[in-house]
């Protein structure tokens, strides 16, 4: 398609010229401008709807969903073909949102190009807009930015790193880790990255790193200095069946109005109140009225069938 062809700006959706894409570029303004950045994650096509129309800047397509939509113990089994899947019905949703596919585990842990290929299927199959990769990878950021694909990175606690970490802990405590965390930050800035999620570490290094970088943070359990922030949509509206984590606020109890309202349908079509008459089909008056006037003209079902 010719640029000058594109509807609206470089910048609009092309499924409404009159929706501002949020980019990678109008994250990096966003903190310029000092305005914090909101993001969420979202697995199918009814969250991300309700989490775009709510104006959320970025939708991260997680490798949670292993956890919170596939019911497994950790983030490890996900594959590159699930992720896809919930990508695309993702991306169908958004309008607005910058939509981001988390790189599944052992995706991009072997070669450079592997990993590179990888992140490919999921702009090409999934129309990612970008994708994230959690640990220092320096090497494949700078390899995925030539290609291109706009990159995440994912410091601190990162889940995928849960059997070396020996659990999900808070990171960056001493001061080697400090400055190592610090060091990995502006590799990553270096190599092309275009955002940082930082999650599970101290506020104090969270609020040094995102003074030290230009590219914007987003915290997750890293305190309010960070540039934007993010939950898992699950823990979020208590539905992730799990202990909750110290800075997962809980926005509502979806789980407690879920249960009573499946619990009401439960009890309704035990004791036939569902459905109703106004929730019932009817036949045309006329074949009514005929039916009820000479009841012996419908010949029985099994006739019916028969015929
Ligand atoms: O998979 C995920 O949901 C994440 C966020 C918590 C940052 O990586």
Request: hydrophobic content about 45%.
């Amino acid at each position: 398609m010719s640029l000058t062809n594109f509807p609206g700006s470089a910048n609009s959706s092309p499924l409404d010229p009159s929706i501002t894409k949020v980019t990678i570029p109008a994250l990096a303004e966003m903190k310029r401008q000092g305005k914090p950045i909101s993001a969420l994650t979202a697995y199918d096509y009814s969250t991300a709807r309700l989490v775009d129309e709510a104006g959320i800047d970025l939708v991260l397509v997680g490798d949670s969903l292993a956890m919170v939509v596939m019911g497994q113990e950790n983030t490890l089994a996900v594959t590159v073909d699930e992720m896809l899947h919930h990508t695309r019905a993702v991306r169908r949703a958004v309008r607005r949102a910058l939509v981001v596919a988390d790189m599944p585990f052992g995706s991009y842990h072997g070669t450079v190009t592997d990993g590179v290929a990888n992140a490919v299927r999921f702009v090409k199959e999934a129309g990612a807009e970008a994708v994230k990769v959690e640990g220092p990878r320096v090497a494949l950021v700078q390899a995925l930015t030539d290609a291109e694909i706009p990159v995440i990175g994912h410091l601190g606690l990162t889940p995928q790193s849960i059997n070396r970490m020996g659990g999900y802990r808070v990171q960056a405590k001493t001061i080697d880790a400090v400055q190592q965390i610090r060091a990995d930050a502006k590799a990553l800035e270096e190599a092309g990255a275009g955002v940082l999620v930082l999650e599970g570490i101290p506020r104090e290094v969270a609020a040094e790193i995102t003074a030290e970088l230009t590219i914007p943070t987003i915290g997750i359990g890293a305190g309010p200095e960070c540039d934007g922030q993010i939950l898992v949509f699950h823990d979020m509206v208590n539905l992730s069946f799990a202990p909750k984590a110290k800075f997962a606020r809980r926005y509502v109890d979806a789980s407690s109005l879920f249960h009573t309202a499946i619990e009401q349908y439960r009890e309704d079509v035990e004791h036939r109140a569902f459905p109703s008459d106004e929730e019932s089909y009817h036949l045309p008056s006329a074949v009514k009225k005929e039916m009820q006037a000479e009841p012996s003209s419908v010949q029985p079902i099994k006739q019916l069938r028969k015929a």
